[in-house]
């Protein structure tokens, strides 16, 4: 058996890559033409990938408090501006031609705030097969709209898309794991594709499935037999690149959530989480 972890999928282009890969099975789920439980068919989940789900958000009011101290989002720096003088250290040569008679340059040191980590979320995408288009539909809006509000207040964020659970294997389980990235930071930002792939049913039924059947046949095969896994899809800090440090992991979508069950209750618990994590405050 291969390893079940797979190897971090750094780019949106790289996830679809890997999804739209040919299977290396010829009966797994990603492709099945088979009632509409994943959301969506084969050929509207990649074009719902690549075009992005246009679903409008709804507008809220909140504002981006200070990010914990431990964030690291913020941090003093000191930085080496120019002043002019008539007195100073070097000549401002286009100055003094020009005859200016504050011609003369010092670097004098100020301490500016600037950002420094990027905010990174990790999606679950994980969940049972029995939830509802509606429930992983408001949730998934729920964490677009407030991401949405994080970005549009001018903060660097990077946002994940991680699939993991335990899988059954002869004689044994194991977990299983990967994730890609969704939205990089500094990236222009796709609304769209970041509603895709929180909110849209296809995004695990259909595109995640599509990575695991194009693995290597022995865990194709085994993932298949076992229903892609089971609970608890718990993504970890740990599934992600090393370099990226303290994540905000948010919990796999269950079948016990009542808080998805219409958009605004789904926005006012979403909101409250982030609350709790400080990134916003009414």
Same mark, same amino acid.
């Given at each position: ?38 959301? +969506? ?7 719902? +990938? ?5 679903? +409008? ?63 990174? /979320? ?19 809006? +729920? ?19 991680? /699939? ?31 509603? /895709? ?11 995640? /499935? ?42 796999? *979508? ?8 219409? *958009? ?19």
């Amino acid at each position: 058996m291969h390893p079940l972890k797979l190897p971090h999928l750094l780019s949106w282009r790289e996830f679809l890559d890997a999804a739209t890969a040919p299977p290396s099975i010829d009966y797994g789920e990603s492709r099945s033409t088979l009632g509409d439980w994943h959301g +969506a068919s084969w050929e509207e989940a990649v074009q719902l +990938a690549i075009d992005g789900w246009p679903l +409008a958000l709804e507008e809220i009011d909140v504002t981006v408090s200070e990010l914990r101290e431990s964030a690291g989002l913020s941090h003093s720096v000191t930085l080496l501006e120019p002043t002019w003088d008539v007195t100073g250290s070097e000549v401002d040569v286009g100055a003094y031609l020009a005859g200016v008679p504050e011609c003369m340059v010092d670097a004098v040191p100020r301490q500016v705030s600037r950002r420094g980590k990027v905010i990174t /979320f990790l999606v679950p995408a994980g969940y049972s097969h029995r939830i509802e288009h509606k429930v992983i539909i408001n949730r998934g809006l +729920a964490l677009a709209t407030l991401c949405a509000a994080i970005i549009d207040a001018g903060h660097s964020v990077e946002i994940w898309s991680g /699939f993991a659970g335990i899988v059954q294997l002869p004689g044994t389980e194991q977990r299983y794991c990967g994730v890609t990235r969704v939205i990089a930071a500094g990236e222009p930002f796709d609304v769209g594709r970041l509603i /895709f792939a929180a909110a849209h049913p296809a995004m695990l039924r259909r595109l995640w /499935f599509g990575v695991w059947n194009a693995q290597p046949e022995a865990v194709a095969a085994a993932m298949e037999a076992d229903n892609y896994g089971h609970p608890p899809y718990t993504c970890e800090a740990t599934d992600l690149p090393a370099e990226i440090t303290e994540p905000y992991v948010f919990p796999y *979508l269950t079948e016990e959530d009542r808080q998805w069950d219409d *958009l605004p209750t789904a926005l006012s618990w979403g909101r409250q989480m982030f609350n709790e994590l400080g990134l916003i405050q009414d």
